[in-house]
Every structure is written in structure tokens, then in C-alpha cells.
């Protein structure tokens, strides 16, 4: 990740998946749009981010099993790794609440 802006998007993408509904492109740019007041960018840039994000190997695209026009987004294996690594590092630092969380 290269940027706050990036990180948004991937945990936009991560908890939608988490939560067992999957975004679309558009669901995503939707979400995002709400967000363009904290400074992600427009529509087209907030796309941009996600096409650089995708070929960076952090998001992942799949056809949708009802309706093969859909396609959701999804983390990869990758950015994965890269959100535990982090939940590893600050668990190592004993912050409070990541420990609360843990429990």
C-alpha cells in the first residue's frame, strides 16, 4: 500500500468480503463516492487506485456465481498477508485496543 487512499479501498473491499457480500465495481465506487469529502478523489481517480491496486497483485477480481456480468472484488492472498503482518506488529507493540480485539 502506497497510500491512505489505498488502504480505504482495500479495507472497503476486505470487510465487505469479511461480511459475506462481496463488492462490485460499482457497489465499490459507490461506497467511495461517500467518501470523496475525506479526500479519495473522484470516481475516475478512486478507479485509477483500484486498477494500480489490482495490478500490484493486492486485489483480486471474480465473476459472480448468479449473473456472469457481475464481477466482485476481492483481497488477495497478498494483501492478506500484508493486514496480518500488521495486526502481528501491533499486537507486538501491546497496543490496548488491538489486544481487546484479539480476546
Same mark, same amino acid.
Given at each position: @500500500?502506497?497510500? $491512505?487512499?489505498?488502504? +480505504?479501498?482495500? *479495507?472497503?473491499?476486505?470487510?465487505?468480503? +469479511?461480511?459475506? !457480500?462481496? $463488492?462490485? $465495481?460499482? +457497489?465499490?465506487? #459507490?461506497?467511495? !463516492?461517500?467518501?470523496? #469529502?475525506?479526500? $479519495?478523489?473522484?470516481?475516475?481517480? *478512486?478507479?485509477?487506485?483500484?486498477? /494500480? #491496486?489490482?495490478? %500490484?497483485? @493486492?486485489?483480486?477480481? /471474480?465473476?459472480?456465481? %448468479?449473473?456472469?456480468?457481475?464481477? %466482485?472484488? @476481492?483481497?488477495?492472498?497478498?494483501?492478506?498477508?500484508?493486514?496480518?503482518?500488521?495486526?502481528?506488529? @501491533?499486537?507486538?507493540?501491546?497496543?490496548? /485496543?488491538?489486544?481487546?480485539?484479539? /480476546?
Amino acid at each position: @500500500m502506497c497510500s $491512505l487512499e489505498d488502504r +480505504e479501498i482495500l *479495507i472497503s473491499i476486505g470487510y465487505a468480503d +469479511e461480511i459475506g !457480500t462481496p $463488492l462490485s $465495481l460499482k +457497489e465499490l465506487t #459507490l461506497e467511495l !463516492t461517500g467518501l470523496n #469529502l475525506m479526500g $479519495l478523489g473522484s470516481t475516475t481517480t *478512486i478507479r485509477r487506485r483500484l486498477i /494500480r #491496486l489490482i495490478n %500490484h497483485g @493486492m486485489v483480486v477480481k /471474480r465473476i459472480a456465481n %448468479h449473473d456472469g456480468r457481475v464481477i %466482485h472484488l @476481492m483481497l488477495s492472498s497478498k494483501a492478506l498477508r500484508l493486514f496480518a503482518g500488521y495486526g502481528r506488529m @501491533m499486537m507486538g507493540m501491546r497496543w490496548p /485496543r488491538a489486544q481487546r480485539l484479539a /480476546r
